[in-house]
């Protein structure tokens, strides 16, 4: 497919530098003509086009950077859309983080009722972007970094007729954290997976084509992780030792030891207060590099692989090699135990032809309700939130492994009405709740 015109929605966000730097590293096959970012933080988004243009200006293959507050006139005629926004912003992912606290269930964005909340906020936001991408743009593809990307992926692949593939780093960061400990590269690791996202099983995993063996996993370096990945790390080397030859992807450890992450949000606090105390700093540098000749990006937020995955995936739509990439689509048959329309997480050979799945391996026998609870929960939470009622919410809620009856559903939908305050009832259908990047 041509890509001539990228729009990023969150273009304003602290990731967007790392992902035109990105880019520009790949122009030579992905020959775009313009990057469009939109913003409703329009000072960050000014920041970052200025960095962004100057950027693009010394390379050796550039292109055009246009920054627009309108989201329907940054849609319009794109190619690509990379759906990267935050609604609510970092105040609400604090309320995401902590609320759950209080009724002794991990507040994660991803995870549990915060996922859900978030869900609340992500998904009539990104069905009212697909809207205007089939009036405006109907050729586009929709690629979705926006949490929780299953619930949101699968929103959008049911209620929109937008080709959309969800995307998330979390595979990648997991093969890099086993290849750290073992002191090795992470194109050393080979592996097959299936599940949903931040919930797959990894299965025949060899490091230098050996395979993987939990007893012989060194621990992480402790300076590298915070505690919250070490835990995380910890707990799925243990469960790995539980199912020889598998290991879990690293967010299944809250499903399996909730109590230890109540403990250790509780003693360390969220982590969105951690990342609002860096931000400033983010700005600045950006600010300070855009007004030189040669700007040096030295820090930006994700790292390479926010920006390296959407990066390789649109290189490989245009070649006629095929990538294979970890990603979230509809199954369509690759997974027989799962529904062939539910979005689930695999591994996929993608060319200048299109998605090609691979026939998924077996996860651990045990691990199957678990699995299919969520794929319940995933399904119910799409419906519910893209419907609006109350009732269907609750519900949906409820079906969420990490909520213990039907009566904490509702109290936890009760609390999340007054915490959340206008964000409750914000949700637009016309596309302007674009909300802050990621």
């Given at each position: 497919m041509k890509m001539r015109k990228l729009t990023i929605i969150g273009g304003g966000s602290a990731y967007?530098?790392?992902?035109?730097?990105?880019?520009?590293?790949?122009?030579?096959?992905?020959?775009?003509?313009?990057?469009?970012l939109h913003d409703v933080d329009?000072?960050?988004?000014?920041?970052?086009?200025?960095?962004?243009?100057?950027?693009?200006?010394?390379?050796?293959?550039?292109?055009?950077?246009?920054?627009?507050?309108?989201?329907?006139?940054?849609?319009r005629n794109a190619d690509v859309v990379l759906n990267s926004a935050r609604p609510g912003g970092f105040a609400c992912r604090r309320i995401d983080e902590t609320l759950p606290l209080a009724h002794e269930i991990p507040g994660q964005e991803t995870?549990?009722?915060?996922?859900?909340?978030?869900?609340?906020r992500s998904v009539p936001h990104a069905l009212a972007l697909a809207a205007l991408i089939e009036r405006y743009a109907p050729q586009a593809l929709l690629l979705n970094y926006t949490n929780p990307t299953n619930i949101v992926t699968q929103a959008i692949a049911d209620f929109r007729e937008v080709r959309v593939i969800g995307l998330c780093d979390q595979s990648d960061e997991d093969i890099a954290t086993l290849a750290l400990a073992h002191g090795v590269s992470p194109q050393s690791i080979t592996f097959r997976c299936v599940g949903l996202n931040h919930a797959t099983w990894y299965s025949e995993l060899t490091v230098d084509g050996r395979p993987v063996v939990p007893e012989r996993t060194p621990d992480l370096p402790v300076a590298s992780f915070d505690d919250e990945h070490a835990l995380r790390f910890d707990i799925a080397r243990d469960m790995a030792r539980q199912y020889p030859g598998f290991w879990p992807n690293s967010y299944l450890p809250y499903y399996h030891a909730p109590g230890e992450f109540v403990a250790l949000?509780?003693?360390i606090?969220?982590?969105?207060?951690?990342?609002?105390?860096?931000?400033?700093r983010y700005y600045e540098h950006f600010l300070e590099e855009s007004r030189k000749d040669r700007p040096e990006l030295v820090f930006y937020r994700g790292g390479s692989g926010f920006g390296d995955l959407a990066v390789r995936l649109m290189t490989a739509l245009q070649s006629p090699v095929p990538t294979r990439l970890v990603l979230n689509v509809p199954n369509r048959g690759a997974c027989p135990w799962l529904r062939d329309d539910?979005?689930?997480?695999?591994?996929?050979?993608?060319?200048?032809?299109?998605?090609?799945?691979?026939a998924t391996p077996e996860i651990p026998e045990p691990e199957h309700s678990l699995i299919e609870q969520l794929e319940?929960?995933?399904?119910?939470?799409?419906d519910a939130v893209a419907a609006g009622t109350r009732r269907a919410q609750i519900a949906a809620l409820s079906a969420n492994p990490l909520v213990p009856s039907a009566a904490a559903a509702e109290a936890l939908f009760e609390a999340a009405q007054s915490h959340y305050?206008?964000?409750?009832?914000?949700?637009?259908?016309?596309?302007?709740?674009?909300?802050?990047a990621r």
């Open positions: 967007a530098p790392g992902l035109i730097r990105a880019l520009l590293g790949a122009q030579s096959r992905l020959m775009l003509s313009e990057v469009c329009l000072a960050h988004l000014e920041i970052v086009a200025a960095l962004a243009r100057k950027m693009a200006s010394i390379a050796a293959d550039g292109f055009d950077v246009s920054a627009e507050s309108r989201v329907e006139e940054a849609v995870v549990g009722p915060g996922g859900f909340f978030f869900a609340m949000s509780t003693r606090g969220p982590r969105s207060d951690a990342i609002v105390e860096t931000l400033d539910s979005v689930i997480e695999l591994p996929v050979d993608v060319d200048e032809h299109g998605l090609h799945r691979l319940c929960y995933q399904r119910e939470a799409a305050g206008g964000w409750w009832s914000a949700h637009r259908a016309d596309g302007r709740s674009s909300g802050g």
